[in-house]
């Protein structure tokens, strides 16, 4: 990795924190490349929270579910 400075005169003390900033950044793409390998944890899994098959409704439920307090 090559820097050029352009303009200006940096102290030593700002040119040593410009590199520091650039490696830190650097390796932070390198982790985030890396990523997390296998199957997502149970807690960030959402298709863990889903029914695994959907219930059966009984006969007339839908004929019960107009009344506004179920059947009388």
Same mark, same amino acid.
């Given at each position: 990795?090559?820097?050029?400075?352009?303009?200006?005169?940096?102290?030593?003390?700002?040119?040593?924190?410009?590199?520091?900033?650039v490696?830190?950044?650097?390796? =932070? &793409?390198?982790?985030?490349?890396? @990523?997390?390998v296998?199957?997502? %944890?149970?807690?960030?899994? /959402? $298709?863990?929270?889903?029914?695994? =098959? &959907?219930?059966?409704?009984?006969? @007339?439920?839908?004929?019960?579910? %107009?009344?506004?307090?179920? /059947? $009388?």
């Open positions: 990795m090559v820097i050029k400075v352009e303009r200006g005169r940096p102290t030593p003390e700002e040119l040593a924190a410009v590199v520091a900033l490696q830190a950044r650097a390796a =932070a &793409l390198d982790a985030e490349e890396d @990523g997390p296998g199957r997502p %944890a149970g807690w960030s899994a /959402p $298709a863990r929270n889903l029914p695994r =098959a &959907l219930p059966r409704p009984a006969p @007339g439920t839908w004929r019960m579910s %107009a009344w506004p307090g179920g /059947p $009388a």
